[in-house]
């Protein structure tokens, strides 16, 4: 059945970079929109990233300029490019994804922690 797994993630210092990957299987469609979350500890989870089928994409304001969203519709993958990493953008990042018929779908998480 359709399972989506991450992985990239790690411990850098503030400025280092990050490429996290994501890849859907179980599928015979392409996702409708694919994106990135992520919860702090203490903190409610917020969408990071997100991008269409038509590769349109949208960014919290926080990460515009450091974040790039990417995705292989074939291979239902989605990537984050994280640069420019600040000790805020500490969290588990969880990949999320929604089929055409409207369901939803999500990674297990990926751990990301930057130092000061």
């Known amino acids: 059945q359709v399972q989506l797994v991450e992985s990239g993630g790690g411990l850098v210092q503030a400025g280092g970079s990050l490429r996290l990957s994501c890849v859907g299987s179980?599928?015979?469609?392409?996702?409708?929109?694919m994106g990135w979350y992520r919860q702090a500890p203490g903190k409610q989870r917020e969408l990071v990233a997100r991008i269409t089928r038509g590769s349109s994409t949208d960014y919290v304001d926080s990460v515009k300029g450091r974040f790039t969203i990417s995705r292989d519709g074939g291979k239902n993958t989605v990537y984050l490019q994280m640069n420019s990493l600040k000790p805020e953008d500490t969290a588990v990042y969880y990949c999320?994804?929604?089929?055409?018929?409207?369901?939803?779908?999500w990674g297990q998480g990926t751990q990301v922690t930057v130092t000061s």
């Open positions: 999320g994804a929604t089929t055409p018929r409207g369901s939803d779908f």
């Open positions: 179980g599928t015979i469609f392409s996702f409708d929109r």
